[in-house]
């Protein structure tokens, strides 16, 4: 773990396959300015004591390791730096043009990076044959909107030193990708927020594992929007959350390993069929959790998908 320059070589090598089989879309020449932005960028040498590995991009997220005791801020804003020095950098799907990380080290001395981050485009995607009620809520809906909504954001506040996210990534599910990361949704006719997560098309009852190490932090058995919801933690204020649950099989406070069975997939909530949304947190950033995970086994081509299964 603490390698950091190997875990910067095998996560290169791991954007750089995922960016390889997106590269085939007609995104190439955006995802190839990413690729080598990140290569020239972000790749450091071996005396250098502030490093980053990830895709500096809007919804993407970077691992930082510096000196241990350093402190950081994000553009302006202080953030966790762990024992060993690791930190994370969250993008935004509409993040600005730079980001600015500045640095204290123990003996005083100070550094500042300014990043770059990289524009996406997104999709439209448009979705009929949702029940009314769930695009446009009757008024006895919305006080029961509000404490869901209230629920989720504090399992997301969990802010301790653990660093799960540092041990790697897996698909929670294998299928076709039916829904993607950023698209504007577009719901029985009428303009709505952007969708912020990766559907996975599977069958009611399929495991859901988990993709990295953490700890539960909320299971609902039923919210209005997003059915039966499962959040995990995964240190520094990163978490993922499963959306339109069959069913939950662990409960908070749990602590999970990559690879459990955490819940089986549903078409809870507001779905036209079964399936797994699965979205990601830093902070109060909303990330793409295709750009940690890397390519779907067997499935590259069913990434650009829009079409809810």
Same mark, same amino acid.
Request: include cysteine; hydrophobic fraction near 35%.
């Given at each position: 773990?603490?390698?950091?320059?190997?875990?910067?070589?095998?996560?290169?090598?791991?954007?750089?396959?995922?960016?390889?089989?997106?590269?085939?879309?007609?995104?190439?020449?955006?995802?190839?300015?990413?690729?080598?932005?990140?290569?020239?960028?972000?790749?450091?040498?071996?005396?250098?004591?502030?490093?980053?590995?990830?895709?500096?991009?809007?919804? *993407?997220?970077?691992?930082?390791?510096?000196?241990?005791?350093?402190?950081?801020?994000?553009?302006?804003?202080?953030?966790?730096?762990?024992?060993?020095?690791?930190?994370?950098?969250?993008?935004?799907?509409?993040?600005?043009?730079?980001?600015?990380?500045?640095?204290?080290?123990?003996?005083?001395?100070?550094?500042?990076?300014?990043?770059?981050?990289?524009?996406?485009?997104?999709?439209?995607?448009?979705?009929?044959?949702?029940?009314?009620?769930?695009?446009?809520?009757?008024?006895?809906?919305?006080?029961?909107?509000?404490?869901?909504?209230?629920?989720?954001?504090?399992?997301?506040?969990?802010?301790?030193?653990?660093?799960?996210?540092?041990?790697?990534?897996?698909?929670?599910?294998?299928?076709?990708?039916?829904?993607?990361? *950023?698209?504007?949704?577009?719901?029985?006719?009428?303009?709505?927020?952007?969708?912020?997560?990766?559907?996975?098309?599977?069958?009611?009852?399929?495991?859901?594992?988990?993709?990295?190490?953490?700890?539960?932090?909320?299971?609902?058995?039923?919210?209005?929007?997003?059915?039966?919801?499962?959040?995990?933690?995964?240190?520094?204020?990163?978490?993922?959350?499963?959306?339109?649950?069959?069913?939950?099989?662990?409960?908070?406070?749990?602590?999970?390993?990559?690879?459990?069975?955490?819940?089986?997939?549903?078409?809870?909530?507001?779905?036209?069929?079964?399936?797994?949304?699965?979205?990601?947190?830093?902070?109060?950033?909303?990330?793409?959790?295709?750009?940690?995970?890397?390519?779907?086994?067997?499935?590259?081509?069913?990434?650009?998908?829009?079409?809810?299964?």
């Amino acid at each position: 773990m603490d390698n950091f320059r190997h875990i910067n070589f095998r996560r290169g090598m791991r954007y750089s396959r995922y960016f390889d089989s997106l590269c085939m879309n007609r995104s190439k020449p955006l995802l190839t300015r990413v690729l080598i932005t990140f290569l020239l960028l972000f790749s450091t040498g071996a005396g250098a004591e502030l490093s980053f590995s990830g895709p500096p991009v809007q919804g *993407g997220m970077i691992t930082g390791k510096s000196t241990p005791g350093a402190s950081v801020t994000v553009d302006g804003v202080p953030v966790r730096v762990s024992g060993e020095g690791y930190f994370l950098v969250g993008f935004d799907r509409d993040h600005s043009a730079t980001s600015l990380v500045e640095v204290r080290y123990p003996d005083g001395r100070s550094e500042s990076r300014m990043l770059n981050i990289e524009k996406r485009t997104y999709d439209i995607q448009r979705i009929d044959g949702l029940p009314q009620r769930k695009v446009t809520p009757e008024k006895m809906d919305y006080e029961r909107i509000r404490k869901e909504a209230a629920a989720i954001k504090k399992a997301r506040e969990k802010d301790d030193p653990r660093t799960d996210f540092l041990n790697g990534w897996r698909w929670p599910v294998e299928g076709p990708i039916s829904g993607v990361y *950023g698209s504007q949704r577009v719901l029985n006719g009428e303009p709505r927020r952007p969708h912020y997560g990766v559907d996975i098309a599977a069958p009611v009852g399929t495991p859901v594992k988990a993709p990295a190490d953490g700890i539960v932090t909320l299971a609902h058995p039923g919210m209005f929007f997003s059915g039966v919801t499962l959040v995990l933690d995964h240190g520094h204020q990163l978490s993922s959350s499963f959306l339109h649950l069959n069913k939950t099989l662990v409960s908070v406070g749990d602590r999970i390993s990559k690879g459990d069975i955490i819940a089986e997939v549903g078409n809870s909530g507001r779905v036209t069929g079964a399936h797994l949304d699965w979205r990601m947190n830093l902070r109060d950033a909303r990330i793409d959790p295709q750009l940690l995970v890397g390519a779907m086994p067997n499935q590259a081509g069913d990434r650009n998908k829009t079409k809810i299964n």
